[in-house]
């Protein structure tokens, strides 16, 4: 849809448009020169508009938008936060001129009714057809299961264990592997709301735009009986504000340091789809239980960046023994100009990173030492104050962020 026919629509003016564009309100696609308004645009103008009416700010509008675009409002915690939200405005409004007591009747319908109840829950553990793909990541051979507890077709309980002495328990339907942090080095904020406000909103459009992108990428792929892994949820997570849209036969596995978010992961994509098959992984160094060879698509959610921050390696190198010849990785890398500051203050803050993390160049280089190459790329821009998480920014600089995909070289 054009900017002229999208203006109409909604009753503004195209420079209207263009300057939310501007501010990051709405994310429209980019045909060469011109601008195409698409169905996400047309969702947030219609909660910008609403909010418009209960006489929200620009500034409040978008502060209200991101939160909206990283929860989606789908469990209780965002929806109440959300009537907070609207509640103070309305208490706002009362103190004012009578002339906008219309906005505060509005708002007063507006309040959302609580999250679904504990009866619309659907409860899920490990599928069993996962089961063949356990192996020892240090003897590449079938882990024994053992104590296994099954309710309703799932496993709840249980251990994995290998002659050599690995051992993961199964909890709650999630595996917990040995080989963990004392504490998860991330604040988990994508889904908790006092850490997704020292976010940038400027930084949440660039996530944003880098989910958007996997999106289209992976409703374009054939993910039919395929093995999809996810690692890095603590930092950022993908796969779940559009899991859902993508192909129900598929296989996933999320991996991430956190037992909390894991959980709370767990209960959201139930609520959305509790039929598909999905696996937990509670696990800090990518040596997961998994069998080798099986990854036939890793998404690569920033794993890049977050674990090399953490660990001298590239992730691709300690996963490559779950790759084969047909894998795929499809991505986002953030970097800084060569010259950046920010990148000596990464050197001083995080001694046991790789020397070159966040480089232009790091991304490309590691790939193709472990086998890969880029097959299509995509620059989304660039922040300069992605937010408080960032420790090693230097305020001005500019935090870049691409988009990849990336196959064995043939």
């Not at 601008?35 to 209200?64: G, P, R, W």
């Not at 504990?118 to 882990?143: A, D, R």
């Amino acid at each position: 849809m054009k900017i002229g026919t999208f203006a109409k629509l909604f009753h503004v003016t195209t420079d209207t448009v263009r300057y939310y564009i501007e501010l990051g309100l709405l994310i429209p696609d980019k045909k060469n020169i011109h601008y195409q308004m698409n169905q996400l645009c047309l969702d947030d103008m219609a909660f910008i508009t609403e909010l418009k009416k209960f006489h929200f700010s620009l500034q409040e509008i978008h502060h209200v938008l991101s939160y909206r675009r990283v929860t989606n409002f789908s469990d209780h915690e965002d929806i109440d936060y959300y009537n907070n939200l609207l509640i103070d405005k309305k208490n706002q409004l009362i103190k004012e001129k009578d002339d906008i007591s219309n906005a505060i009747l509005s708002i007063e319908k507006a309040v959302q009714s609580s999250s679904p109840s504990s009866s619309e829950m659907n409860f899920t553990g490990i599928p069993f057809s996962f089961v063949h793909l356990f192996y020892c990541p240090k003897c590449h051979v079938p882990l024994e299961m053992k104590n296994v507890t099954i309710k309703e077709g799932y496993i709840h309980t249980g251990s994995l264990t290998c002659n050599c002495g690995y051992h993961a328990a199964i909890e709650e339907g999630i595996i917990i592997t040995s080989n963990l942090y004392e504490t998860s080095p991330y604040p988990s904020y994508f889904y908790d709301k006092e850490t997704i406000q020292e976010l940038n909103p400027s930084m949440i459009n660039l996530f944003e735009k880098s989910n958007l992108w996997l999106q289209k990428v992976l409703q374009n792929a054939d993910l039919k009986n395929k093995l999809i892994v996810e690692t890095n949820v603590d930092a950022v997570v993908s796969l779940p504000k559009y899991i859902d849209l993508l192909e129900t036969s598929a296989y996933y596995v999320f991996s991430g340091y956190s037992l909390a978010m894991l959980k709370k992961l767990k209960k959201r994509i139930e609520r959305m789809n509790s039929k598909l098959n999905v696996l937990y992984i509670l696990n800090s160094d990518l040596n997961l239980p998994l069998k080798p060879h099986c990854i036939d698509v890793f998404v690569d959610s920033f794993t890049a960046n977050d674990f090399s921050l953490l660990n001298p390696q590239f992730p691709i190198h300690v996963l490559n023994n779950y790759f084969h010849s047909s894998s795929t990785i499809v991505g986002g890398y953030s970097y800084y100009d060569s010259s950046a500051k920010s990148l000596k203050n990464i050197t001083a803050l995080y001694p046991n990173s790789h020397e070159h993390i966040l480089y232009p160049k790091y991304l490309e280089e590691n790939l193709s030492v472990n086998g890969f190459e880029i097959t299509q790329n995509e620059y989304l821009g660039y922040c300069t104050e992605p937010g408080i998480f960032f420790d090693y920014h230097v305020m001005n600089e500019k935090f870049h962020m691409q988009m990849y995909m990336a196959r064995v070289k043939q």
